[in-house]
Nanobody
Framework: QVQLVESGGGSVQAGGSLRLSCAAS???????MGWFRQAPGKEREGVAH????????YDANSVKGRFIISRDNTENTLYLQMNGLKPEDTAMYYCAAEFSRCPGEQAQYANWGQGTQVTVSS
């Protein structure tokens, strides 16, 4: 098990930027890491994930070209740089970790943080 703590959320106007961080309690080099979000009244959806050493990333179509996922294994931290924010990006953002390979479904991630709120106003 690995404990995850997200930070960096906040309130911004449309077009603004935020950088989310996810600090892990143990070395993350063994884990695929991902970002997910859940808006009020909606199901949780995947935003992006990154393989153990960052050689492979996936971005959801809704954030492609605006969000960048990255990781620093020496600092045991996952990041999500969010640019060009839109009101529809408003959600609670969660990071998750799964040992070894990136899962095909979010339900397969075994480790989750508590989330950080992102609110984008128009």
């Amino acid at each position: 098990q690995v404990q995850l703590v997200e930070s960096g959320g906040g309130s911004v106007q449309a077009g603004g930027s935020l950088r989310l961080s996810c600090a892990a309690s143990r070395p993350i080099s063994w884990y695929c890491m991902g970002w997910f979000r859940q808006a009020p009244g909606k199901e949780r959806e995947g935003v992006a994930h990154i393989s153990r050493f960052g050689d492979s990333t996936y971005d959801a179509n809704s954030v492609k070209g605006r969000f960048i996922i990255s990781r620093d294994n020496t600092e045991n931290t996952l990041y999500l740089q969010m640019n060009g924010l839109k009101p529809e990006d408003t959600a609670m953002y969660y990071c998750a970790a799964e040992f070894s390979r990136c899962p095909g479904e979010q339900a397969q991630y075994a480790n989750w943080g508590q989330g950080t709120q992102v609110t984008v106003s128009s």
